[in-house]
């Protein structure tokens, strides 16, 4: 059973940065894919950014040139590093895994989330 693990969650003003961590545990195989996913209250689930076995990355316009997403293999460890945060990067981040099917992730696993607040 694949267990995800996130952490470095946490409350910052406006412009500050964070780095959140996902820990994978149980694998026994080769990750396709691996992705940060946000939900705020009273809002759908965004996914944030995502990456391949191959390290191809891709983010969601919004946060474009302030996020980025990286992984240990070695680790099996995901980083989300988040910088010039903004109020509206407030919401609950999980991270997720899955097989790529037909160009596409699956999402399979997912984490319990960790919270980030953004002040103004």
């Known amino acids: 059973q694949v267990q995800l693990v996130e952490s470095g969650g946490g409350s910052v003003q406006a412009g500050g940065s964070l780095r959140l961590s996902c820990a994978a545990f149980?694998?026994?195989?080769?990750?396709?894919?691996m992705g940060w996913f946000r939900q705020a209250p009273g809002k759908a689930r965004e996914r944030v950014a995502s990456?391949?076995?191959?390290?191809?990355?891709s983010y969601a316009d919004s946060v474009k040139g302030r996020f980025t997403i990286s992984q240990d293999n070695a680790k099996n460890t995901l980083y989300l590093q988040m910088n010039s945060l903004k109020p509206g990067d407030t919401a609950m981040y999980h991270c997720?895994?899955?097989?790529?099917?037909?160009?596409?992730?699956?999402?399979?696993?997912w984490g319990q989330g960790t919270q980030v607040t953004v002040s103004s």
């Open positions: 990456i391949d076995s191959d390290g191809s990355t």
């Open positions: 149980g694998v026994t195989y080769i990750i396709d894919c």
């Open positions: 997720a895994e899955g097989p790529s099917a037909g160009g596409y992730c699956r999402w399979r696993y």
